[in-house]
């Protein structure tokens, strides 16, 4: 199994900035086979939807709303995967979740931390 740590979360005024990062660790076959990595959230009353997402190769795919303002970057050989915020809003507050797929079909999830964008 693969497990996630993410931290960075936190309280942030409007047009500020956070960054999150995220580390995997499990046996070494499930390291290994981690493929896509990526950061979702969920606020209240809403699903939980994709913020970004990359893979081992590095080919990123970002939601419409963060586009321009969040960049991910991942660390292979340190399994981290990190979500530089900017220019965050309101509407970015939310639970972020890291994510990863390994074993061709299997998911792993973080704990959640909070991000929350106000006055």
């Known amino acids: 199994q693969v497990q996630l740590v993410e931290s960075g979360g936190g309280l942030v005024q409007p047009g500020g900035s956070l960054r999150l990062s995220c580390a995997a660790s499990?046996?070494?076959?499930?390291?290994?086979?981690?493929?896509?990595m990526g950061w979702y959230r969920q606020s209240p009353g809403k699903q939980r939807e994709l913020v970004a997402s990359?893979?081992?190769?590095?080919?990123?795919n970002y939601a419409d709303s963060v586009k321009g303002r969040f960049t991910i970057s991942r660390d292979n050989a340190k399994n981290t995967v990190s979500l530089q915020m900017n220019s965050l809003k309101p509407e970015d507050t939310a639970v972020y979740y890291c994510h990863a797929l390994y074993a061709r079909q299997r998911d792993s999830w973080g704990q959640g931390t909070q991000v929350t964008v106000s006055p």
């Open positions: 990359i893979t081992k190769v590095g080919m990123t």
């Open positions: 499990g046996s070494i076959f499930s390291i290994f086979t981690i493929d896509t």
